[in-house]
């Protein structure tokens, strides 16, 4: 393993920022970590950094303890969500920063920089003033400076979070690309779900310092560890259940669970997908109270007749999606269904 975090532990007076966390990634590995503000992500950047001290536990880069080793020192690329550009010098003069630093001398700092220059879509701007650049080619000429010393562990902190929608899912899929390209490993924190599953060989998902799951984007997504997990993803088809042989008692009425489902009370979760709509006098009987289109389905939120049951959420086809205040009947898809831990 490239980077090793054994019982990290920071503590902010009584409360703890990270707690014991530990965390591996491998050579030429993308990780992202993902949770809501306070759940200890951007901590854990900056005591891999060694911007901040841990107050327990051990960061190990390739095998070493990087306990008292500074931030220079310790080989590793910063990218920040301000960019942090200097606003007096040029885009080559930012590039190279990191270069003149080293003792790189003139002739391979600049070829260095119109190296990562094309390789980051922005052949020919060294001469460009910083301020003059759209917020997407300062956030490449930022990626730029952090990969030009060739670090052995690149780390983003919420790279795309200045960037319109649009744009972060155009950057977001070249920069895989450039990773996967170059054989960079690394390490990024952010809060959008969509960036980091796009960006990632493998999601870890925190809450109150602690690694609450870790997986492919894949594993996460289908198969969440926790109510909290399901939540942060965005599922909200979540109610108490009693398993019993092949279907749960929920306040929605039977629900099939996948086989081997493990027996007895437990929550559960039906993704929306899993929520199929069709004649009001089969399955639950359901009224629609909202449609949100998603680009490229519909959500449709449904009120179902008892009162005490819960609202359910569905995903549509945009021709499918029935009208807001529609009669429907719900059936359940087990391979959706999910047994929380």
Known sequence: MLLQLEGLTVRFGTRAALDGVDLSVAEHEIVCVLGPSGSGKSTLLRVVAGLQRADAGRVLLGGADQTGVPVHRRGVGLMFQDHQLFPQRDVAGNVAFGLRMRGVHRAGRDARVAELLELVGLPGAGRRPVAALSGGEQQRVALA???????????????????????????????????????????????????????????????????????????????????????????????????????????????????????GAARLLVRPAGVRLGDPAEGLRCTVEARTFRGHHVAVTLRPADADAPHLEAECALRDAPDQGAAVGVTFTPDEVVVLG
């Open 145 to 263: 400076r952090a990969l030009a010393p060739n670090p052995r562990l690149l780390m983003l902190d919420e790279p795309l979070g200045q960037l319109d929608r649009g744009l972060r899912e155009r950057l977001v899929a070249e920069l895989r690309g450039l990773f996967g390209r170059l054989g960079t490993t690394v390490l990024a924190v952010t809060h959008d779900q969509g960036e980091a599953f796009a960006l990632a060989d493998r999601v870890v998902v925190m809450r109150d310092g602690r690694v609450a799951q870790a997986g492919t984007p894949l594993e996460v997504w289908q198969r969440p560890a926790s109510e909290f997990v399901a939540r942060f993803l965005g599922f909200d088809n979540v109610v108490a259940a009693t398993v019993n042989g092949e279907a749960a008692d929920t306040p929605w009425g039977k629900v099939p669970v996948p086989p081997g489902t493990p027996q």
